[in-house]
């Protein structure tokens, strides 16, 4: 049973960064597609991140394209997002995903539990 444990949320201000990290174990997982979620209060889950299980494509949702990274070391399973020039609207538990699929899909079959992260004003 795969696992993913998440790390690295909590507050910070406006324009400020964060990282996050997502390890995993219990698979095949370095060749998992993966990547991370988020989910305001009142609001659905979304797409934030993924990255291909070789590490050679990533793909980000609008509103993370040039202030957010994901990378990962397949060496150690682990997965990273760092976000920088964060907004309040990037306020929300951000999970970590997996699927065993080279692209993550739609809707991963693994998830961690989240973590959050807040962006005051």
């Known amino acids: 049973q795969v696992q993913l444990v998440e790390s690295g949320g909590g507050s910070v201000q406006a324009g400020g960064s964060l990282g996050l990290s997502c390890a995993a174990s219990?698979?095949?997982?370095?060749?998992?597609?993966m990547g991370w979620f988020r989910q305001a209060p009142g609001k659905e889950r979304e797409f934030v991140a993924a990255i291909s299980g070789r590490g050679t494509t990533s793909f980000f949702a609008d509103s993370a394209k040039g202030r957010f990274t994901i990378s990962r070391d397949s060496a150690i399973n682990t997965v990273y997002l760092q976000m920088n020039s964060l907004k309040p609207e990037d306020t929300a538990v951000y999970y970590c995903a997996a699927d065993p699929r080279v692209e993550l899909p739609p809707t991963p079959r693994y998830w961690g539990q989240g973590t959050q992260v807040t962006v005051s004003s």
């Open positions: 219990g698979g095949a997982v370095s060749s998992y597609g």
